[in-house]
């Protein structure tokens, strides 16, 4: 067997099992899989580093990945930036925003976007805001009530099933965009789960459910 680690400790393709396992046991969202031959793990690898954006799922090559878990936050800081997005069918129309907690007062607001994910938004949305916070120079946190955008913003990669087309080449660019961000700063704020039982709706929700 073929073990390829997608993200881990190391990455790369690995001949033993024991040799895979030391660079994704413990690792936070570890991403790999175990190939017959070298030439089916060669072949997986070269999809994956052709691609910025991909899914889990990629032509016919489904990922394990180590999901880490994220819990609510447990206090609500109210000097921090909400953020939260809409998305009038799945895909369909995107839009998102962010807020000042405190005040409720409106920083930021992307216009529709066409055929994107509620997904796409909310990562686009905590990213904008970090961007937007490290120009103020301030390290106040950003709340998403997204467990999923906040992986992918730790994780600094995207998994989307939503094929690239005509008709939403701006959402996409746009999260290109978003991972070099990612990728290029280093930012101190802490990115949270808003505790919606205990808090209610994130003050940045569209109201549209």
């Known amino acids: 067997m073929y073990y390829i680690v997608l993200k881990g400790r190391k990455t790369g393709i690995f001949t033993s099992w024991t040799e895979c396992e030391e660079q994704i046991k413990g690792y936070s969202s570890a991403v790999y899989k175990s190939?017959?031959?070298?030439?089916?793990?060669?072949?997986?690898?070269?999809?994956?580093?052709?691609?910025?954006?991909?899914p889990t799922e990629q032509k016919g090559v489904k990922w394990q990945e180590a999901k880490e878990k994220i819990a609510p936050a447990s206090e609500l800081i109210m000097d921090s930036v909400c953020v939260d997005a809409s998305?009038?069918?799945?895909?369909?129309?995107?839009?998102?925003?962010?807020?000042?907690?405190?005040?409720?007062?409106?920083?930021?607001?992307?216009?529709?976007?066409?055929?994107?994910?509620?997904?796409?938004?909310?990562?686009?949305?905590?990213?904008?805001?970090?961007a937007y916070l490290k120009n103020q120079g301030t390290g106040i946190p950003v709340y998403s009530d997204s467990k999923t955008a906040i992986l992918w913003v730790k994780n600094k990669k995207v998994r989307t099933k939503l094929e690239r087309g005509e008709d939403n080449q701006e959402i996409f660019n746009l999260t290109e965009r978003a991972l070099k961000w990612l990728e290029n700063n280093e930012y101190s704020n802490l990115v949270l789960k808003w505790n919606t039982p205990c808090w209610g709706e994130i003050p940045a929700d569209f109201g549209r459910k």
């Open 35 to 54: 190939f017959k031959t070298i030439v089916e793990a060669e072949a997986a690898l070269k999809l994956t580093d052709q691609a910025l954006i991909f």
């Open 87 to 130: 998305c009038i069918g799945n895909p369909g129309d995107v839009e998102y925003r962010g807020l000042y907690t405190a005040t409720r007062e409106l920083i930021f607001h992307k216009r529709s976007m066409p055929n994107g994910t509620n997904n796409l938004g909310e990562f686009l949305a905590i990213v904008h805001a970090l």
